[in-house]
């Protein structure tokens, strides 16, 4: 599937050499747009494949919706194409001595009086490198210190299906970017991991002077919380990862499960509604700590209990074996030692006789 759209991809203008700043733009940079609504993008959604606005490296490219699948585009007929085939052709050296494998770039002018600035963009992602997002001071100077601020990062390792990335920019960020000829930029850096199948497609790219943010709407009936289908989740509470239970509109939230050392993950149903089953991180041996620390080693328990989070009993636990030295590996001319062997589960699930768990 990745290959296919690599195949009919269409190539982007590229005009950057390493080891120098990117050419001139083609065309002068656009004026400000008067509505403080207007993107200040030009060609956002890609849709004007001759249009020299945006500038990449590293064998950016474009995936044409009527050569490929309507699906690795978010509007329209094309979107950017990141990730697999990153090789930071025609990638500038940064002032680090580095080069990055891929960038994604357009020049826009901040309004000075902009009363906060929102950044947005479509993707769809896949297979796993991680993507640095910037308002930067040039197409090769990505150090907020020197101008413009980072805007985020994130791993292409995401669920099916087009996603919005969305930040909106006040107060000291916003400081720092009014007034200012920036780039946004998206960039995979120097020393990222790019596998072969890695994807992030970008389409819909905005940059408003404003606070755009989405206008609360009544969920649809399916989604309105009443009790009868409630969720169960973990959130983290600083070092404390717990289980809540609760509505599916997010109301009624209840702590229902703290764990066994405060590290609950990955909590199922049962088929009936009435238990939940989690992998409970801890150590062992568990419950008693051995007096040496390094016997006490990352483990895991399974977990059941009852829908209000009463019951709990544990059905299962993981058995890591404690090595000659733990958790480290020897460093190359130290003497051979073992290593400690440190078992935990993931991804637990019920079957169908709502009887029985499976986990890796």
Known sequence: MFRKIVRFALLMCIGVSAGRAAPALAKPTHALLQATSSNLVQNGGFEQPEDTSWEGCGNVRLVDAQSSRAEFVYAGRYAAFMGAGADSSGCPTLPDGTTPKQILSQQIAIPADAPAVTVSFWFRAFAGTTVDIFLARGFYQFDPDLGGVKLGTFATDQPPGWQLYRTVLQDERLERVRGQTLRFSIVIQSGTDVGPDAVLLIDDVQVIAADGRTTASPLPPALRGNGSRPLAVTRVNGQNRWLYRMDTDGRNEQLIYRGLLDNVRWPAWSPDGQRIAVVDNNTWPWPTPDPDPQNNLVASAITVLNADGSGGRQIYQTQ??????????????????????????????????????AFT
């Open 320 to 357: 890591s074996q404690k090595g000659s030295r733990c958790p480290f590996i020897p460093s190359p001319g130290e003497p051979t030692e073992t290593p400690s062997l440190i078992i935990r589960a993931a991804n637990v699930q019920w079957l169908p006789d709502n009887n029985r768990v």
